[in-house]
Structures are given as C-alpha cells and as structure tokens.
C-alpha cells in the first residue's frame, strides 16, 4: 500500500496525539457495545495489523472482518470482544505515535487535481511494454484535454505509481466523470447478463418482431446485452455533458471526447491499470454523488474468470448433451 493512502486511512481515526480513538458506548449496562465509525477504525486496524512493527496478535481483526463487512458503519458486540478490541488498539498505541510520525513526514500532500495510475502487478515490465502503456495514457490525457494538458509529476514515494497532474480544472472535472461512468459500466455487462435480464429483454424484442424462440442462442443474447449497455453508457455520457462547462467546445465534441475517454479507461481497467484520485481531492470529488470509489478486487476477479479456461466436467457434458 502506498504509503501517503496509509497516513490517509490513519488519519481517519487518531486523535491529536497520534493514537487511534474507539468511539463508542453501551447498552443495558455493558452487556453491549456500540462502536460507530466501524469501517474506518476496521479498515485502520486493518492495514496496521500487517505492519512488520505487530509482534502481537490481531486476532481480533480478523474475528471482526470474519463477522462484519468492512463498509458497516456501527456495530454491536459482546463485552468480550469489547475487551479484546480495547486491548488490541491500546498495544497499537504504544508504538503508533512513532510510525506515524515518520509517516507524516515523509508523505508529502499531493495536488488536488493529481491522478494517481498503478500499472498492472507483474514481475517486470519490458521497455516495449512500458512504452505502449505510456503511450496510451498520453493518448487518453490528450483527448480529455478542455482548458489544461495533463503533465506527468513523478512516481508516488514508497511505490511505482504514475503521478498524472492535470492542469485545468474543467479538464479535471472531464475526467473524473468519465472514470465515473467507466467504474458504473465495467461490471454491469457481465450483471446484466449473468442475472438473466438481458434474455428476458432478447426475448420480449424476439416475440415482438414475431421470430420464433428457439432461435435463441448465448451468443446472440451476449451481443444483445453489450448493445443494451453501450446505449445506457451513451445515455450517462449524454447527460453528465450537460452539466459539464464546454470551454468553446460543441456539445458533439464533448460527448465525443467522453465516449472516446470512457471506452479507453475501460480498455485500459481491462488490461490491469487502476486510476485514484489524489489522496487529497477537492471536495466535489468526494460528494456522495460523484465520489469515485472503484473496487479493483472485485475487476481483477472478473479478469481472473474470464482468463480461465472453461473447465470441462461431467455436470457441464450432461447438460449439453440434455440441451441437444
């Protein structure tokens, strides 16, 4: 983890001395316990707990983690693991003030129209391949470009991320609403049609047209969802324009300009590079409406499936040959 998105998760939770704080209170005399702001102090505790300076037990995070989703905003527990968690966070607390400390000092703020770009995990890049990424990202920073080109700013300390800092602020905001609707968009063609939709929707168009329904194949149904999505990307394109300044540009070249950026970050999602905001973004990126919050666990899952040969197994054959 980068080491200024450490402090930042950090600072989420301690207090002016540099310790973390638990919120929290009881009920019907200790039996429970409320702890609010659960998924910032889980989330804390959970990137310290693999810090190499833990010579002790975490134990009690992963109970939590194993009970509770990491977004829960407030949790009640036993006066057991109360005590646990307490004990936990104070053996932190010795020796938090100091890491922090280094931390703070060696992080540095970033701009707030900075865009943080990690390259796909692998062992080694080859020049050739470095080169094509850079290529492609200049190509995208070239075309959002409205009032300010982007520059490169350097690698973020204790990591290889590509520091991005866009020079206006309508080229910023640009980008940030296509990375929005690239992050909306990348999952729901697989939703769409793993949920059983897009079959229902290929149905009721087929009965509509009058065609017969045993001409219906996956394959027809895939293309028919991915049609679906890319009319409802150029829909969200269409309105998020409206509300964007054109800076002499026509409306037609805005929603060109966004098609082009959308359909490239989520190429470039595909091929494993992951896009972040600054570490300390302005205020309007971090609205509950705009926020851009993209699970990349989640995108390098799907890759993970779709890069895995279908396995062939016994259930798989019966049902083919049922089908036939």
Do not use: C
């Amino acid at each position: 983890m980068r080491l200024g998105e450490l402090k930042k998760i950090l600072d989420e939770v301690v207090d002016s001395n540099n310790k973390i704080v638990i919120t929290s209170s009881s009920l019907y005399n200790g039996q429970l316990y409320i702890i609010q702001e659960y998924s910032k102090l889980i989330k804390a505790l959970s990137v310290i707990s693999e810090q190499s300076w833990i010579d002790f037990s975490s134990e009690i995070v992963e109970e939590l983690n194993s009970k509770f989703l990491q977004n829960t905003i407030e949790i009640q527990i036993n006066p057991s693991d109360y005590n646990s968690l307490t004990q936990f966070v104070n053996k932190i607390n010795a020796k938090l003030p100091l890491f922090y400390g280094i931390l703070d000092t060696i992080v540095e703020k970033q701009d707030e129209q900075i865009i943080n770009i990690k390259l796909p995990t692998k062992e080694d890049f080859s020049l050739d391949e470095l080169s094509d990424i850079n290529k492609r990202l200049s190509k995208i920073f070239s075309t959002i470009n409205i009032d300010g080109t982007a520059t490169f700013s350097g690698f973020d300390k204790g990591s290889s991320w590509y520091e991005i800092l866009i020079g206006g602020a309508l080229t910023y905001k640009f980008f940030i609403s296509a990375l929005k609707i690239a992050q909306e968009f990348f999952k729901a063609e697989k939703n769409y049609y793993e949920a059983g939709e897009a079959k229902i929707h290929y149905q009721a168009a087929l009965l509509q047209l009058q065609k017969e329904q045993n001409k219906i194949d996956e394959e027809a149904i895939k293309d028919y969802a991915k049609h679906v999505i890319s009319v409802r990307i150029e829909n969200s394109i269409k309105e998020v324009v409206k509300e964007l300044p054109s800076n002499g540009h026509t409306e037609n070249e805005v929603i060109a300009k966004m098609s082009k950026t959308v359909e490239a970050i989520t190429t470039e999602m595909n091929n494993g590079l992951e896009f972040h905001l600054s570490l300390n973004p302005p205020e309007y990126a971090e609205e509950d409406g705009t926020k851009i919050s993209i699970d990349y666990e989640v995108i390098r899952q799907i890759q993970k499936e779709h890069a895995q040969p279908k396995a062939l197994t016994n259930e798989t054959t019966e049902g083919e040959d049922n089908a036939e």
